[in-house]
């Protein structure tokens, strides 16, 4: 059974950073792609940084230079490390592996929010 479990969400000030976890249990950890997702309120959900089973990374525009994403083998966890947070990445943040053993697998989520 796949399980993704998200964590390091919070409240932080524009300008502050984050780094989220998610907790991957259930998959080949060293070949599946994965990805982090937002959704913030009345909006879609977007893609905000991937990694493919090659190692490649794939940012959304508005993150790029500022957000990270990386994978922890010895620990089986995903992580993206997000610097100079601003309002607009107000959202709840999902841990994504796509069409691994036929479906996609989502986390739960952790909410971010930045604010003053």
């Known amino acids: 059974q796949v399980h993704l479990v998200e964590s390091g969400g919070g409240l932080v000030q524009p300008g502050g950073s984050l780094k989220l976890s998610c907790a991957v249990s259930g998959v080949n950890f060293r070949i599946a792609p994965m990805a982090w997702y937002r959704q913030a309120p009345g909006k879609q959900r977007e893609m905000v940084a991937q990694?493919?089973?090659?190692?490649?990374?794939n940012y959304t525009d508005s993150v790029k230079g500022r957000f990270t994403i990386s994978r922890d083998y010895a620990w089986n966890r995903l992580y993206l490390q997000m610097n100079t947070l601003a309002p607009e990445d107000t959202a709840r943040y999902y841990c994504?592996?796509?069409?691994?053993?036929?479906?996609?697998?989502w986390g739960q989520g952790t909410q971010v929010t930045v604010s003053s």
């Open positions: 994504h592996i796509p069409q691994y053993r036929g479906r996609d697998w």
């Open positions: 990694l493919t089973s090659s190692g490649s990374r």
